[in-house]
């Protein structure tokens, strides 16, 4: 088979320091070699397989993660593009437009599909609450977990009906990708459908997603004394516990019906205090930070500093375009690092944080970051996953200095398992193809 080395003034394997004039090289869809050109080319000299050099002035990247997305209201970009008061405005707003109907999911995931390759990003999240839009990964030949969202039942019509309604509904998702469950959130599930929906996702072994932290409502008590007593009423719901008087955080609600785990990540995180935090440490469950989806809701900022120092797990997500500008997860970086150096992250491992984020962060919140299909690092043997950003910088340190701060819309070309996927007008001028073997 032949090999395609991809050299560029900067590769970040992210599983190993950047390399200074790197090359990949890449066979049968997945990566052989990782190093510097110079050892990657004369390790290759004299191979019995012809042998192509492409090389990129800028910056290669393992493919980007988009950890937390529903690519089906990529069609709603009118909703995402005004600013809201709150999670309740916004709600409305976006409700109204989604029971107005004669929406096409189908062709909207798609388009968001395509969005998404053009910015770098390879897996994703998929959140899916329509059954036309759950081929959207399928059939663009994405990889990542589609999430079959559940939302809105009651404790008494999902005895009566719940599990076989979702069991039905996870069987019609087209595979791959990897399949999980998102209960959609504490507030929008009663007690019932939250404990028993991880046991249906865990009986197939499939992924858990939930929206955590994303409204007030679901914050704890900062400070004080912690009140244990509310572990043993038998609630019908948060929000009842919440109306009954106790101060239970939700991240503590969904954590007693045994939602998290290392199977499970989060999306938003923004009201989680640090016993919050700390809870999904020892659980070993990722967050997906959505900033700029925040900010368009006009909710608080994710306490991204406390994340980082704290050594939570940590991934980024666009959330949809209902609540975002774009599915460029780049932006999502630069927000990201713009909150964390206003709220006090002063060390100089902030850009290189954040892309690991953006990219193995990522692959662990989706199960994709080990055995041997693995994504969000460069490393023998993965997936052949790449993305190539028009940056440069006069160090290595500049460079991934510049992809996070400056890398937004700089996406030169996107590939994956070693195919061209998507290519700027920048990388058919730029790149440099040359034959350097048989
Ligand atoms: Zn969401």
Known sequence: ??????????????????????????????????????????????????????????????????????????????????????????????????????HDWRRSAAAGATDSLAAGVTSLADVVTDVEAVGALHDAGLRGVVYWEVIGWANDRWRAEGIARVEAELDRIPTPPAIGVSPHAPYSLETEPLLDLPDVARRRGARLHIHLGESASEGGPLTGPRDETWRNVDAESFQALRRDGFAASATDFV???????????????????????????????????????????????????????????VAVGTDSLASSPSLDLLADVAALYDIARRQGY???????????AATLGGAIALGMATGPDRVGQLQVGSLADLAFVDVTGATVREAIESVATDGAGRVAATLLGGG???????????????????
């Open 346 to 356: 002063g060390a100089g491992d902030l850009a290189s944080r954040l892309l690991r």
């Open 255 to 313: 954590d007693q019906l045994g939602v998290l785990g290392p199977d499970c990540h989060i999306a938003h995180g923004i009201y989680l205090n640090a016993h919050d935090r700390s809870l999904l440490r020892a659980r070993t469950t990722a967050v997906a930070l959505c900033p700029r989806s925040n900010a368009v809701i006009g909710l608080d900022e994710p306490d991204v500093a406390a994340y980082l120092t704290e050594g939570n797990l």
């Open 420 to 438: 061209v996927r998507w290519a700027s007008p920048a990388w058919s001028s730029r790149s440099d193809r040359t034959r350097v073997g048989v």
């Open 1 to 102: 088979m032949p090999i395609t080395v991809y050299s560029a003034d900067v590769v970040v394997p992210v599983t190993a320091p950047a390399v200074h004039n790197g090359a990949v090289a890449v066979q049968g869809g997945r990566i052989l070699h990782v190093g510097t050109r110079d050892w990657v080319l004369g390790t290759l000299r004299g191979a019995a397989t012809p042998v192509t050099e492409v090389h990129w002035p800028g910056v290669l990247l393992p493919g980007l993660v988009n950890a937390h997305t529903h690519l089906q209201y990529s069609g709603m970009a009118h909703v995402g593009a005004r600013q809201y008061t709150g999670f309740e405005d916004w709600w409305a707003s976006f409700d109204a437009v989604y029971e107005a109907g004669g």
